[in-house]
T-cell receptor, first 117, second 112 residues
Framework: AQTVTQSQPEMSVQEAETVTLSCTYD???????LFWYKQPPSRQMILVIR??????QNATENRFSVNFQKAAKSFSLKISDSQLGDAAMYFC??????????????FGDGTTLTVKP | KAGVTQTPRYLIKTRGQQVTLSCSPI?????VSWYQQTPGQGLQFLFE???????NKGNFPGRFSGRQFSNSRSEMNVSTLELGDSALYLC???????????FGPGTRLTVT
């Protein structure tokens, strides 16, 4: 079974600064997807960024980028120019590319990010 | 496109009762997954439906069941409610297993 570990329960960052959230995962599969989701206090889970395991290039979405290290099974999220609206709980998630675990995402325990003005 | 919708948003039930939660996926999405979110256990996968068939199931007791209709709308049912079933139930839809999931706002279930 796959596991996802987020070792930082809480992080804080000053507005306009950069912060990196860590995520490691364990899997024996070679083909999979990794995601970062954001869950603000309103509780709506929002997709931040997606990475396909077969792609070596790190995904980027505006101020959000990832550092994907497949061999190390590491998938960190970097938020640049942090904004007050980035304050939320961030979840790292793993999803198999195969049918066996179709529709199932495995989530880490989350990192609560506080942005200080 | 409208997002994933879930009804009701809040629900209070008594132990022993049963409850049905509804999820309408994004138009065109055929896969619907359900998750339970609690402070102690985090996000746990309940089950996934694709084209009206349950394709995958998590480690939950048989009291938790679901179904999907021909229009891809899904319902989940919890029978004989227990206090520990109090949670935020999230529904997520996607085009299929190779695509990202989009989540609804959730249904907050409180069992007293």
């Amino acid at each position: 079974a796959q596991t996802v570990t987020q070792s930082q329960p809480e992080m804080s960052v000053q507005e306009a600064e950069t912060v990196t959230l860590s995520c490691t995962y364990d899997t024996s599969e070679s083909d999979y997807y990794l995601f970062w989701y954001k869950q603000p206090p309103s509780r709506q889970m929002i997709l931040v960024i997606r990475q396909e395991a077969y792609k070596q290039q790190n995904a980027t979405e505006n101020r959000f980028s990832v550092n994907f290290q497949k061999a190390a099974k590491s998938f960190s999220l970097k938020i640049s120019d942090s904004q007050l609206g980035d304050a939320a709980m961030y979840f790292c998630a793993y999803r198999s590319a195969g049918w066996t675990n179709a529709g199932k995402s495995t989530f880490g325990d989350g990192t609560t990010l506080t942005v200080k003005p | 496109k409208a997002g994933v919708t879930q009804t009701p948003r809040y629900l209070i039930k008594t132990r022993g009762q049963q409850v049905t939660l509804s999820c309408s996926p994004i138009s065109g999405h055929r896969s619907v997954s359900w998750y339970q979110q609690t402070p102690g256990q985090g996000l746990q996968f309940l089950f996934e439906y694709f084209s009206e068939t349950q394709r995958n199931k998590g480690n939950f007791p048989g009291r938790f069941s679901g179904r999907q209709f021909s229009n891809s709308r899904s319902e989940m049912n919890v029978s004989t409610l227990e206090l520990g079933d109090s949670a935020l139930y999230l529904c997520a839809s996607s085009h299929g297993h190779l695509y990202e999931q989009y989540f609804g706002p959730g249904t907050r279930l409180t069992v007293t």
